[in-house]
């Protein structure tokens, strides 16, 4: 079958021109002597986590971030992770801090994301960027990397936003809630579905644009969107016949004018918008004089 690759949402491509716009302001602080730090904290040995935190690292050492591993045993007591983040919220060649979640159950990931320096919290996900992220005041803030990639790739293929029906799927910190904000701004109207949402495809079938994270895989056939829809798949689901997302892509595209594909859309966007905000968080610590 041949896809029509207008209509794809290249996030690979994307993600590739924000790595080679990130280069002159990389070079600029190396003239200062100082080198992007991106410190991430892993606990327990979750394969998939093991995964994303490795992929993270790989991406800051090819455009000269410098990255710190924390692996902690799936034994460590919240009060010891608390530990570990304020360590690296007073040591100055850390300018970001990742958390990876899930943390095991035991801990409480609300505690010990409230104890990163706002400043340094590359993924937004600290109630001070979040809280300001929903009051419109964005100077100075961290949003979260997902949220903001799909914003990004979003514009960089020029879709206009203005006054879409967007329909999310997902209510999470992660991606669902920052989401909000985000296509506020950009003057669309927003409705959140989640799982005791009563009709979800009348929702989705008269969306312009659906948002869907649920984590199942090729979930949304076509019969969920109406033509011409935009879709952002943001889930990664691993099958027995390797990675897919929410939709069921190679039926999907037939409707849908613009589409992410999975692999190669979103996810290349989220490593992408920490990377920007890693730079950013140095760029913002030095000018501060730390
Ligand atoms: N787990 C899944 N996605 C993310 C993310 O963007 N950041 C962190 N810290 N953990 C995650």
């Known amino acids: 079958m041949s896809i029509d690759k207008s209509k794809i949402l290249d996030g690979k491509a994307c993600s590739q021109f924000v790595k ?6 990389i070079e600029a602080l190396g003239k200062k002597g100082i080198v992007p730090g991106l410190a991430t904290v892993l606990v327990g040995d979750d394969p998939a986590s093991k995964i994303y935190v490795s992929n ?13 591993e924390t692996c902690l045993l799936e034994s460590t ?4 992770v608390v530990k570990v983040v304020k360590i690296l919220n007073a040591d100055p060649k850390i300018h970001g801090i990742l958390v990876q979640s899930p943390l095991p159950k035991r801990i409480d990931a609300e505690k010990v994301l ?28 961290f949003v979260s990397c ?52 009563k009709d979800l495809a009348a ?10 994270g649920i984590s199942k895989a090729k979930m949304f056939t076509a019969d969920y969107f109406k033509d011409g829809v935009i879709i952002i798949d943001v889930s990664m689901n691993r099958t ?23 692999p190669g859309g979103i ?9 920007v905000n890693t730079v950013t968080a140095a760029e913002r610590q030095s000018a501060r004089g730390l």
């Open 203 to 212: 929702h989705t079938r008269r969306a312009d644009l659906v948002v869907t």
């Open 20 to 25: 080679d716009s990130l280069k002159p302001r």
């Open 114 to 141: 409230q104890v990163i320096d706002p400043s340094k919290d590359v993924d937004g996900f600290h109630p001070v960027n979040l809280g300001n992220l929903l009051r419109g005041n964005l100077a100075d803030i």
């Open 240 to 262: 027995e016949n390797g990675l897919c997302g929410d939709v069921d892509f190679d039926n999907v595209i037939k409707k849908a004018s613009k589409i992410t594909p999975v």
């Open 267 to 275: 996810g290349p966007m989220t490593i992408a918008m920490l990377l």
């Open 146 to 197: 997902t949220p903001a990639g799909i914003i990004y790739l979003l514009k960089w293929e020029k879709v206009n936003l203005k006054g879409l029906d967007v329909v999310i799927v997902n209510r999470s910190n992660i991606v669902g809630k920052p989401l909000i904000p985000l296509f506020l701004k950009e003057n669309s109207t927003v409705t959140v579905c989640h799982t005791s949402t």
């Open 56 to 68: 993270k690292h790989k991406a800051c050492g090819d455009i000269g971030i410098k990255s710190y």
């Open 77 to 80: 007591s919240e009060a010891e």
